[in-house]
């Protein structure tokens, strides 16, 4: 199990950026895939970014593809989500997400993933 904490979250015109952080305990991050999820207010949580254990492998949601960078930093049990040219439907609340292990990532999953951040907020306004 890891820990997770998400931050960098905040108000934003549109048009702006936002850089998500995403914070994990213990030593063996590593050997961890990681993704982004998002949810509105009344929509279910959908997926934004994911990123294999090793960075070699990146998805992105059609949505968000050309504006958002994931990337990682294994050394400092990092991983980050670059939000740029934002616009008001990203607003969410962003969570940072874990799955152990070495195998075929299915990112778009919510139940790949075993361990959840508590989320930052993002608001994007008009």
């Known amino acids: 199990q890891v820990q997770l904490e998400e931050s960098g979250g905040g108000l934003v015109q549109a048009g702006g950026s936002l850089r998500l952080s995403c914070a994990a305990s213990g030593r063996t991050f590593s050997r961890y895939s990681m993704g982004w999820f998002r949810q509105a207010p009344g929509k279910e949580r959908e997926f934004v970014a994911g990123i294999v254990w090793s960075g070699g492998r990146i998805a992105y949601a059609d949505s968000v593809k050309g504006r958002f960078t994931i990337s990682r930093e294994n050394a400092k049990n990092s991983v980050y989500l670059q939000m740029n040219s934002l616009k008001p439907e990203d607003t969410a609340v962003y969570y940072c997400?874990?799955?152990?292990?070495?195998?075929?990532?299915?990112?778009?999953?919510?139940?790949?993933?075993?361990?959840w951040g508590q989320g930052t907020q993002v608001t994007v306004s008009s």
């Open positions: 997400a874990a799955h152990l292990g070495y195998d075929s990532p299915r990112f778009y999953d919510k139940e790949w993933y075993g361990d």
